[in-house]
């Protein structure tokens, strides 16, 4: 599923078929939201998003520990219109991180038809030169730091992303 698998190192590779999504290369991502083929999720903490994230990315801060990314899996359909965006794709940090692998997991066991995950995060994007935007995290971020919605967020039109 990956995009062109000789870019990929093999355990994200691995990560990606036992998860059941693709991975995407930053600039083909970059090429692919230019598009309007791709809604990119940006899911590292609002502090990192507002430092500077994926123009048009939405925020979505997905918790460093499990538990709490279970309790977040159910607010992903309702928040990133899964019926309607074509695709997805989300970015973490960097090569390292595991947020991004969870996010799009999460995308598959939710229905979404077509998930990837930006190869290498933001570390990767800042390489290859690509622009970003800096802004705060948007509303539909889900409240609270305990995974547990403490009110309902209007729904986002559909894969617009932004933030």
Do not use: N
């Not at 190192?9 to 309007?36: F, I, T």
């Not at 991180?97 to 229905?111: C, L, M």
């Not at 935007?133 to 889900?142: D, H, I, K, L, S």
């Amino acid at each position: 599923m990956a995009d062109d698998t000789r870019e990929f190192p093999v355990g994200l590779l691995r990560q990606a078929a036992s998860g059941g999504y693709g991975l995407l290369a930053p600039e083909e991502a970059w090429r692919r939201a230019q598009a309007g083929t791709l809604s990119v999720i940006d899911v590292r903490d609002a502090p990192d998003y507002e430092a500077g994230h994926v123009p048009g990315a939405l925020c979505f801060p997905l918790p460093l520990t499990w538990v709490a990314r279970l309790l977040r899996r159910w607010w992903l359909h309702k928040v990133l219109c899964a019926a309607q965006c074509p695709s997805v794709a989300f970015v973490c940090e960097g090569a390292t991180s595991t947020r991004s692998d969870s996010a799009a997991r999460a995308a598959v066991v939710q229905g979404f038809a077509v998930a990837y995950r930006i190869a290498g995060g933001m570390d990767a994007w800042h390489a290859t030169g690509l622009p970003v935007e800096f802004g705060p995290c948007g509303p539909c971020a889900p409240p609270g730091d305990d995974g547990v919605p403490k009110q309902e967020a209007p729904p986002r039109s559909p894969c617009t992303g932004g933030g």
